[in-house]
């Protein structure tokens, strides 16, 4: 069932190689531009996570924490005027502890300041184990058209590994609330390679998700990151590379034969239900970043610029300062002879890769400087042309770190 209360105006309801030359603004075309939004609490930090997240003590802020991204917004304004906004997504964290109406004044704010393009994909994080009816219709009716659940597993014990607060049924029940809500674009993160798991357990996982009906599968492998409390002491149990390869070689077939296709190295999905968001990260996109410890990259041809841009990590510090100069964690302009790296980074993890003319229009660099790189990496077997459309082989993507070095500057 849908909820009676009236849609948001702005929203539509629908279904190394030689140095590269230096930068030039007239080869480039504005990518589009998305909006991303951290909520930086969650219940309770997990051991494995290297987010910018802080586990709840007593009350959240929310109505002062909207007020600040409202600010921060304003003050980034200037660097994107008269740009659409192709894609917004509410990451943490867990966004899903701010209520429906806290959601629902943010993206009123957002679209008071700045251009959305109808019917664009909005999507919210959400942990299974704060799922509440209600709050999907009111996240429903605010505009969230997209949900994205932490599932990471469906092995009760694993889940109990891993630190997370909810259990099998709690995360089946939460995405079947949210299809009763009518939110239908629902993906699952799942992980594997877990403390205890076996190929079973693994393919398991993948099959009670699937019966779920979502239509976005997110698969990742368990890394120990630095800075977390898995890499300080390692939990027991974790699989071997070889059962690593195996879990993810069968788990690919499994969502292959279940009609999930695989568009980049952990995303799988149903037929025209690609993440639009994480897409426009994957072929170089701009993205406005607002929140405590939020990222953002943007173009800015007119200066020949390509901005990074990151805001203060912790939410204190955030909260008081945010729409001033103070909030922001740090500017990088990306100079030209590492933006071949930074390209290849995101472009070379899709499946079907990208078209060359797409690398000038996003860097401002002539395809003629990446040149003697590609033709290096087509002779080690890691990439290949098809019609001016480049893509990594299947040895490629099994090696994609070192096809992605090769792009370094010297």
Request: with cysteine.
């Amino acid at each position: 069932m849908r909820s009676n209360e009236a849609t948001p105006p702005w929203r539509e309801n629908v279904n190394g190689g030689p140095a590269p030359p230096a930068y030039n603004a007239r080869m480039q075309t504005l990518p589009p531009l998305a909006l991303y939004i951290h909520v930086p609490w969650c219940v309770k930090k997990c051991p494995y996570c290297d987010f910018n997240s802080h586990g709840q003590k007593g009350a959240l802020p929310q109505a002062e924490y909207v007020a600040a991204l409202l600010r921060d917004l304003e003050h980034d304004l200037p660097l994107v005027w008269g740009r659409p906004v192709t894609s917004i997504f509410f990451g943490g964290g867990t966004p899903s502890l701010f209520s429906a109406a806290s959601i629902g004044t943010i993206l009123d704010g957002v679209a008071a300041r700045l251009t959305l393009r109808p019917g664009l994909e909005v999507t919210l994080e959400t942990n299974p184990g704060t799922a509440e009816f209600d709050r999907f219709e009111g996240y429903c009716a605010a505009g969230v058209n997209r949900i994205s659940f932490g599932v990471q597993s469906f092995d009760d014990g694993c889940l109990a590994r891993l630190g997370r607060i909810h259990d099998s049924s709690q995360a089946e029940r939460a995405v079947k609330l949210a299809q009763d809500a009518g939110l239908d674009n629902l993906n699952l993160d799942l992980m594997y390679a877990l403390p205890g798991q076996d190929l079973a357990m693994a393919e398991r996982d993948i099959e009670r998700a699937v019966a779920l009906a979502p239509t976005h599968i997110s698969h990742y492998q368990l890394t120990l990151e630095p800075n977390t409390l898995f890499h300080a002491r390692p939990p027991a149990g974790i699989p071997e590379d070889d059962l690593a390869w195996d879990m993810q070689e069968r788990c690919q077939a499994l969502l292959a034969e279940s009609g999930f296709a695989q568009y980049e190295v952990s995303a799988y999905a149903r037929a025209g239900r690609q993440c639009a968001h994480n897409l426009n990260y994957w072929r170089f996109g701009d993205y406005l970043g607002i929140g405590a410890g939020a990222h953002g990259k943007l173009t800015l041809p007119a200066q020949e610029r390509i901005l990074r841009r990151w805001k203060k990590k912790h939410p204190i510090e955030y909260l008081a300062q945010a729409g001033t100069a103070d909030a922001i964690g740090g500017d990088e302009d990306l100079p030209a002879d590492r933006l071949p790296f930074e390209f290849m980074l995101n472009a070379l993890r899709l499946n079907d890769g990208f078209a060359l003319d797409l690398f000038s229009q996003r860097t401002g660099l002539s395809a003629d400087a990446i040149e003697p790189t590609l033709r290096a990496a087509e002779a080690r077997g890691w990439m290949q042309r098809e019609d001016d459309r480049l893509r990594t082989t299947e040895l490629g993507a099994r090696f994609l770190n070192d096809v992605m070095a090769s792009f370094l500057p010297d």
